[in-house]
């Protein structure tokens, strides 16, 4: 079983709709979770981050984090084309070492 | 307020050799992490420093191996590069006192090996 599991896609939405990425985790131990957001050729951008169970928003994104279920999830509210990209979560314990997904492909089209 | 550094961009070279990677952290950061991405996958943790010393290791042969120096910059080194040490290779810094810290990679440095 890997450690941080998603979906790898690609998952594709329409231009102004919700976007919705998922995330399981094995390690119980696990403290904090990042959703990082990686375009062709480039390296990983932080989005999001959320350390207790329940939702954070930050403008159109929302991270869910579920600690009972191992779960944690990343919405996109009007989803545009520039939100293309990979989406990459990552979940770390007590020594801040991130482990993380394969990432998921997000296709938006216009 | 400067980001996270990495140097060179890109790099080829072949197998056998030795390379050097480069990192300067992001202000007011004191703790670098390196990692290693293949195509089509997420970064995998090589090792981590803070303090001069290694933090803690991923599972990476002796092979791979790093400095931190007393500015907080990075150095990745490989040696005896195999064809499968191609990848991006990230560098994160964060501000390593605290649990939840959040990491900021650079720009990585595309390594291939012929």
Excluded at chain 1, 45 to 57: A, F, R, T
Excluded at chain 2, 29 to 55: C, K, N
Excluded at chain 2, 88 to 97: E, I, K, R
Aim: aromatic residues 12%.
């Amino acid at each position: 079983q890997k450690e941080v599991e998603q979906n790898s896609g690609p998952l594709s939405v329409p231009e102004g709709a919700i976007a919705s990425l998922n995330c399981t985790y094995s390690d119980r131990g696990s403290q904090s979770f990042f959703w990082y957001r990686q375009y062709s050729g480039k390296s990983p951008e932080l989005i999001m981050s959320i350390y207790s169970n329940g939702d954070k928003e930050d403008g159109r994104f929302t991270a869910q984090l579920n600690k009972a279920s191992q779960y944690v999830s990343l919405l996109i509210r009007d989803s545009q084309p520039s939100d293309s990209a990979t989406y990459l979560c990552a979940v770390s314990g007590v020594k801040n070492k991130l482990v993380f997904g394969a990432g998921t492909i997000l296709r938006v089209k216009s | 307020d400067a980001g996270v550094t990495q140097s060179p961009t890109h790099l080829i070279k072949t197998r056998g050799q030795q390379v050097t990677l480069r990192c300067s952290p992001k202000s007011g950061h004191d703790t670098v992490s390196w990692y290693q991405q293949a195509l089509g996958q997420g970064p995998q943790f090589i090792f981590q420093y803070y303090e001069e010393e290694e933090r803690q290791r991923g599972n990476f042969p002796d092979r791979f191996s790093g400095h931190q120096f007393p500015n907080y910059s990075s150095e990745l080194n490989v040696n005896a590069l195999l064809l499968g040490d191609s990848a991006l290779y990230l560098c994160a810094s964060d501000n390593g006192v605290w649990v939840n810290n959040e990491q900021f990679f650079g720009p990585g440095t595309r390594l291939t090996v012929l």
